[in-house]
């Protein structure tokens, strides 16, 4: 009998909702598959074993948090982790540590998800190699940059795992690796905190082993995205109920108990906040991560670091 580790999401979401199997069996069955194949597939850049298994048996005892409950997910070196370490595929990064989730993370795991750890990335993004092989075959290349994400998807590591694109970096290794590959419109998963190589282009994407309601499932647990082009536009109280002002070095986040009226930061001062917090502000590492801070804030569910 196949182990767990080879459902797809949509059909371990199914046996979770149904009680029928757990997140930490699911966990478990992908981290022993990983610890066997990864030596010859090198999917892998970092791997949270027990903290994805602590992660799994809070939601086996939790009600549901969303589409993504219970279910591991990869996640690109492109993109920022609080809990581990982001080189973006160079060793000018190694050991970085970023401040917070990129938000298409904080969002996946807010509806659930269990992030395994971080997939293998090209150095940057761009064309120097990692260390990944094409499961199919391992003297082939896995294509990149999302070299890892599509691996391990392939391989049967995880169902799931974000993956960057700027030209074909999701769709190409989908291709090289058959498994699926979604590339959304541009700007529908927001890309702050992935590390940028074209803003006009850059696109946070998902590979999956098979699409529609995979890919439907992940695309629906970034349901409180906002476009990051232009993120002053998102920035109202009617939407959001929070504001978010820099004074000097310090971070003022105000949350609004009347929020009806008001379209803009500005017109806060007609606004009874029902809290205050200040907190000292962190120069941003991407000049859209301010407008990541306010979607989460927005939602409630981090804080600064």
């Not at 010859?40 to 027990?50: E, I, N, P, T």
């Not at 803003?199 to 647990?221: E, F, N, P």
């Amino acid at each position: 009998m196949n182990k767990l580790n080879h459902l797809s999401a949509t059909q371990a979401r199914k046996q979770l909702a149904a009680r029928t199997i757990t997140s930490e069996q699911l966990v478990r069955d992908c981290l022993e598959h990983i610890a066997t194949r990864e030596p010859a597939v090198g999917a892998w850049m970092h791997l949270a074993k027990d903290a994805a298994l602590s992660r799994a048996r809070e939601l086996d005892q939790a009600p549901s948090q969303g589409l993504l409950h219970g279910i591991p997910i990869g996640v690109k070196d492109l993109i920022d982790t609080v809990d581990m370490p982001t080189s973006y595929g160079t060793p000018i990064y190694a050991n970085h540590q970023p401040a917070w989730d990129a938000p298409c993370v904080a969002m996946a795991r807010a509806a659930g998800a269990v992030v395994l750890g971080k997939t293998v990335t090209t150095e940057l993004a761009y064309f120097t190699p990692g260390k990944t092989a094409n499961p199919r075959n391992v003297a082939h290349t896995p294509g990149g940059s999302s070299s890892g994400s599509a691996s391990a998807v392939a391989d049967n590591m995880v169902p799931l795992a974000f993956g960057s694109q700027t030209a074909g970096s999701v769709i190409r290794p989908a291709a090289f690796c058959g498994v699926v590959g979604y590339k959304p419109s541009f700007g529908l998963i927001s890309r702050v905190g992935a590390k940028a190589l074209s803003d006009t282009l850059d696109t946070i994407g998902v590979l999956a082993r098979i699409g529609g309601k995979d890919m439907a499932m992940t695309k629906h647990s970034q349901r409180h995205q906002h476009d990051t082009q232009h993120p002053s536009h998102d920035l109202h109280f009617g939407t959001l109920d929070f504001g978010l002002f820099l004074i000097d070095r310090t971070v003022l986040l105000i949350r609004a108990t009347n929020a009806e009226n008001s379209t803009h930061p500005a017109a806060s001062a007609a606004i009874a906040p029902a809290s205050v917090r200040a907190v000292p502000w962190c120069a941003p590492p991407h000049p859209q991560s301010t407008h990541g801070l306010v979607t989460r804030f927005a939602d409630n569910r981090c804080s600064v670091q």
